[in-house]
Each structure stands twice: as C-alpha cells, then as structure tokens.
C-alpha cells in the first residue's frame, strides 16, 4: 500500500497535508528515545494517530507564546512586555526576533528552515517563551505547542490578530476565514458563491496570483481581491486587483479579501451533479450518493473511508460538508487514484487522502475511522468484518452493491446484523420515439449499519 498525492506522487502515510506543522516534522532532530506513539484519535486531526510527540521529560517546563503584532515591542501591551524582559529564552523567527529590544544575558534562538519545534529539546525543564504572530491559535503556531506540551504547561498571550485587522480594514463583519498556509490554495474553492466574502490567510507573496488563477478557471473571474500588507505596521499596504487581472500584488505578509462574484458553482448539501466529477464510469451517482451520505450522516471531525472509491465522490462530498471533516479514498487502480485527486482539488478539497491499494490489506495501516462506505469491491474476503470491527463506537457503515453475489451477501448481514436494507430504484424522463418515457438506472441494494 501506498499513499499518493494528488498528482500521484508518492507521498508519505498520513503526513498532514494542509497544515504548515505536523508532530513528525517538529520533532525532527531528536532522538528516538524520546518520542511516543499516541493512542489513535481518528477525529479532525487525521495525522495524530500515528505521529508523534515530545515525551514529557523532554520538554520544557512552561511555554509562554506571546503574540507579537507586526508593529513589534510598542504594539505590545504591559503584561507582553515583562514576561519577554524577564524571559531568559525567547525562540520565534528571525523577523519576530528582530522585532524586540536588545535584552542582556537573554537567549535568543530561531526556529530552523525547514520549520520544526526540536529546538524544544534543547531547554528540557525550563521555562521558554514563543513569540508568535497576532493570535497563536489563528493558524499558528500555538495549536503544534498545545498538541506537543498540553494544556498544563502552556500560557498564551494573543495580539490583535491579522484576521480582526483586515476585517477592520475592510469593513466585513460576514467574511469566512480561510487558510491557505501550508495548504492546497484550492482550499478556497469549497467557498465560491455568489457575492460570498472570503478572507484568505496568505501563504506567501505568490498566493494571490496562485488564488487568481484558480478563480479565473472557476468562472471568479470579476473577483475583487485585495491584498492587506504588512497589517498593523508602519508599512501597511492596500492594492486591489481582480481575478482575471491576474490578482494584485503583495508582501510576502498579507492577509487576501475576496469580494466573490461568480456563478453559483457548487453545494455543501450532498449530491453534487454527476458532471461535477470526471470518471471512466465508475462513480456513485447523484441519486445514490446523497442517499448514502444521508446515512453517513457526516459531523465536524469525522474521519470517513471511501472504499472501493472510484471517482472519490463520496469522500469528496463527505469533506465539503465541513471543513474539519477527513476522508481517506481507498481505490486499487492508480488511474483512477490520480483522477480522485484532481476531482476532490477542482472541488474545493484537495487534502483527501488517496490511498492505492486493495481492500481489506489497504486497511490495515489506517486510522479507526467514524464511517465507512463501500461502493465497491464488498464481496472481498473478510472486508465488511474488517470494516465493521474497525469502526469506532456510533460509526456507520453503508455498502452499496449491484450484482447478485453482493446482494446476497449483504442480504446475509442484514440477517445477522441488523441495520436498514434499501433498495434503490431511479427513472429518469428520457426522449422516446418522439415521445418522452422513463429510463431505469441499474437498482443498487443499500446496507447501513451502525456500530454500537
């Protein structure tokens, strides 16, 4: 088995897509000795379950983060100011540590490039301070410091974020928060609708021509974007653009304003039209696929497995339900593993995870998932136990299944399982020697069953 992204590359197993920090890389540098394997989750966080993190010992004893704004040592208020004076240890960035006053005595010391927290390890059972940008928590750095030292040992001390400056700026009170820091820029697309406003966490300087580009391709074109430079500086900067100019151009800083203004393209509820998916045939459709996700019934944080995934439409309508929801599309052939891929990027979710492989060894190396839908592959040998045994409590499983040897079997685990067993019918008016009838889909049988 093996997990690809979403080009088919190779790619290490469930290494965080989408997220600028993952405990592998924070902990790079230290010694094996003092790394632990966590319980699995199987929740948002879809990497935690098999990443790991600091061993207590090996941490420092508190860690203050102090969110520094980007007008540095006068932007900061009383409290700020005297726990980084009296700090003996102070790590953040070059530009953040540049930032502060000459302080004697105090040690100053840079996060390397790559990004990673192993500096940690160097102050074992003292106490640290963390400079971050404006609020930690707003896709920052302080959801890596609370996985990796808890709660207990962790003191935050927010500034005015980049978000709250640019709808100050901007004059939004309605605009969603999205984060293209460290992530696929097609992050964005899940949010298009007309008139939507949309402020996007910038990666860095090429992220507009980037967001432009996939807006244009869209229909987004007349988009309005604004780039909010260097907010709460002495050189804050403003310039507009549209999508199809390209975008406008901005520091590496910034904060992008989206004034959406395109078709309506698209739908969080499930069922999608099947001409939203490209596919050799082999997709879940419209009709079926809405009935299966009303059973899975998605919810903030569930993870889901799409076996047997075909086109990936129901992990990819699963993940545009909310955006903390996981999936992972389990497909055996690697054609239709890449289109997956390109699918779930057009439509707004390019962190779905793609596993080549085959049922049920494909599973093996997975997290306990929340719900399961098999839409293909059933009858494999021992795969609807793996599935069933695997699911965490309250998990559903739907399995959807065309041939008589599937029916019969599910038929068989509605027996004994309990559940609910649907069959499945859709007609649809069709032309008809000049006059109009009804064209009959193939009936698919539907088992769901939830896990005590």
């Not at 996700?293 to 995934?309: F, K, S, T």
Request: charged fraction near 20%; aromatic fraction near 4%.
């Amino acid at each position: 088995m093996k997990l690809v992204d979403h080009f088919g590359a190779p790619r290490p197993v469930f290494g965080l897509p989408g997220r600028a920090w993952s405990p592998q890389r924070a902990c790079a540098g230290l010694s094996p000795a003092s790394q632990i394997l966590p319980k699995p989750r199987g929740t948002s966080e879809l990497a935690a379950t098999i990443a790991s993190r600091l061993v207590v010992a090996a941490l420092p004893s508190r860690v203050t983060v102090v969110g520094i704004p980007a007008d540095g040592w006068r932007g900061l208020g009383d409290a700020a100011r005297e726990l980084l004076t009296q700090a003996a240890v102070v790590l953040g960035a070059t530009r953040q540590l540049a930032l502060l006053p000459d302080l004697p005595g105090q040690r100053r010391q840079a996060w390397p490039s790559p990004f990673s927290l192993a500096p940690l390890g160097d102050h074992a059972g003292r106490e640290v301070v963390v400079l971050a940008s404006g609020d930690p928590y707003v896709s920052g750095i302080g959801s890596a410091l609370l996985r990796l030292v808890g709660p207990e040992r962790l003191v935050v001390l927010p500034a005015v974020s980049s978000v709250a400056l640019a709808r100050a700026r901007m004059h939004w009170d309605d605009a969603e928060v999205v984060t293209v820091v460290g992530r696929r820029h097609e992050t964005v697309l899940r949010h298009l609708s007309p008139g939507g406003r949309l402020l996007v966490l910038s990666s860095d300087e090429k992220s507009p021509v980037t967001v432009a580009s996939l807006l244009t391709e869209a229909g987004y074109g007349d988009t309005v974007m604004t780039a909010l430079g260097d907010l709460g500086s002495d050189v804050e900067t403003r310039t507009a653009a549209t999508a199809a100019e390209g975008g406008p151009a901005a520091p590496r800083l910034h904060v992008l304003a989206l004034d959406l203004r395109g078709p309506a393209v698209g739908q969080w509820t499930p069922g999608l039209p099947d001409a939203a998916y490209e596919h050799d045939g082999q997709l879940t459709k419209r009709d079926l696929r809405a009935s299966a996700l009303a059973r899975l019934a998605p919810w903030p944080g569930a993870l889901l497995w799409d076996v047997g995934a075909g086109a990936g439409s129901v992990g990819i309508e699963w993940m545009r339900s909310h955006p903390s929801t996981r999936a992972v599309a389990v497909e055996a052939d690697p054609a239709r593993a890449d289109r997956i891929g390109r699918n779930a990027a057009r439509l707004g979710v390019p962190e779905l995870e793609v596993v080549v492989g085959r049922a049920p060894d494909a599973l093996a190396d997975l997290p306990d998932p929340d719900a399961v839908f098999v839409g293909g592959g059933a009858t494999a040998p021992g795969l609807l136990d793996t599935c069933r045994a695997r699911l965490r409590p309250g998990g559903r499983l739907v399995v959807h299944g065309v041939t008589l040897e599937t029916e019969r079997l599910l038929t068989e685990a509605y027996a004994e399982q309990g559940g609910e067993l649907t069959r499945l019918s859709v007609e649809r008016a069709e032309p008809l020697a000049g006059f109009t009838g009804w064209t009959p889909s193939r009936a698919v049988l539907q088992w769901s069953w939830a896990a005590s």
